[in-house]
């Protein structure tokens, strides 16, 4: 579990030092400016989406990640070490191939494997012109996570009526991609 600065309070009287100080003020001021944060990214071109199955993102490469919430050993889950309300945003770019140029595309953050209520939820149509891309942009998430044992999945979702799959990619303008960091406690 991840953890704030401790706070500390001065006593009256109490001779403060150089060092005492610098420990006091500049630990907290430290978490503010670079709080626990991850973003996440798909980097190779694409993982297929079946018809009517939700699927977690299984995120490739972490650009930053200053509290371990990622591992490519298990690369849907972010799991937040440090107790506290997330701001973020996903975005997803998809590929409208021939045969899956219609119905809706879905997207979602499920924390704690749906059991808790979803961080985001985002429907859009397909778009219907064969083989252009679509990117979502980013959407913003938001939500509590308490450091234990509270973890999220990026879940992508088409309806196109069909058997045939669609691919998620990270090319030609659009990204497939998960900010998530540390607001406040």
């Excluded at 997330?86 to 191939?97: E, K």
């Amino acid at each position: 579990m991840g953890s704030y600065p401790v706070t500390e309070v001065w006593q009256h009287g109490e001779f403060l030092t150089y060092d005492l100080m610098q420990r006091r003020i500049t630990q907290p001021l430290d978490f503010l400016v670079a709080p626990p944060r991850v973003y996440l990214y798909r980097s190779t071109a694409g993982i297929f989406i079946n018809n009517n199955t939700a699927t977690p993102i299984p995120w490739s490469l972490s650009q930053r990640d200053t509290d371990d919430m990622w591992a490519a050993t298990s690369p849907t889950v972010i799991k937040p070490k440090t107790p506290g309300w997330y701001i973020g945003s996903v975005s997803m770019s998809w590929h409208n191939a021939a045969s899956v140029n219609t119905g809706e595309r879905i997207i979602y953050v499920a924390k704690n494997n749906g059991t808790d209520p979803n961080l985001m939820y985002h429907k859009f149509p397909a778009n219907s012109t064969a083989g252009k891309f679509q990117n979502t942009g980013d959407i913003p998430i938001f939500g509590y996570f308490n450091g234990i044992n509270d973890y999220c999945e990026v879940v992508a979702l088409q309806t196109n009526g069909t058997a045939s799959t669609m691919a998620v990619f990270n090319s030609e303008g659009g990204k497939t991609s998960f900010d998530l960091r540390w607001f406040a406690q």
